[in-house]
């Protein structure tokens, strides 16, 4: 049985629920997220920050914060079954509005291929999991950043060439 606009559509309105849910208590937590006296955020220890800063922040976090920070990636789990799906379903209704199977190829791809960035999410926060209870890190900051950007660009790429054919008016 083929899933029709409206059905994807209405998957799309949950996993955006669950998306801002999970965001707001994600969001909420970042001001509690501090080492030192000094505030660090998630896009950093994803995308920002040295290998040396990371591994700083992870053996100096006290008690508390690392808990706030655990009780973050743990949330982020949720969150991800929010994003991931949901960009699907915006691939997934763009393509039910294109006319040319080329286009609603790549769509279709770019829907499948949501389940490996999420996967580069997960892999990404186990990671992260791992270094606030041992905070040594190997070689493996390498793979780290090559998940995150993964997640990143295919989650990104996705979402924006799913809108640009939801808001167009011409159909192709």
């Not at 800063?53 to 655990?70: E, F, G, N, P």
Request: glycine share 4%; charged share 15%.
């Amino acid at each position: 049985m083929a899933l029709r606009y409206n059905n994807w559509q209405s998957f799309f309105v949950f996993c955006l629920g669950l998306f801002l849910g999970t965001a707001f208590c994600m969001k909420w937590m970042e001001a509690d997220l501090r080492v030192n006296g000094e505030k660090f955020t998630i896009i950093g220890l994803e995308l920002f920050y040295s290998k040396q800063k990371v591994a700083h922040i992870m053996a100096s976090l006290d008690y508390r914060v690392q808990t706030i920070l655990k009780y973050h990636l743990y949330f982020d789990f949720a969150f991800m079954a929010g994003v991931y799906p949901g960009v699907a379903s915006l691939c997934m209704m763009a393509g039910k509005r294109v006319n040319s199977s080329s286009v609603k190829k790549l769509l279709y791809f770019l829907a499948a291929l949501q389940l490996l960035a999420w996967l580069a999410d997960v892999y990404e926060n186990l990671w992260l999991l791992q270094w606030t209870m041992q905070p040594f890190i190997g070689n493996e900051f390498a793979s780290y950043h090559i998940a995150v950007v993964v997640k990143w660009i295919i989650a990104l790429a996705a979402a924006t060439v799913a809108i640009y054919f939801l808001i167009r008016k011409k159909n192709i």
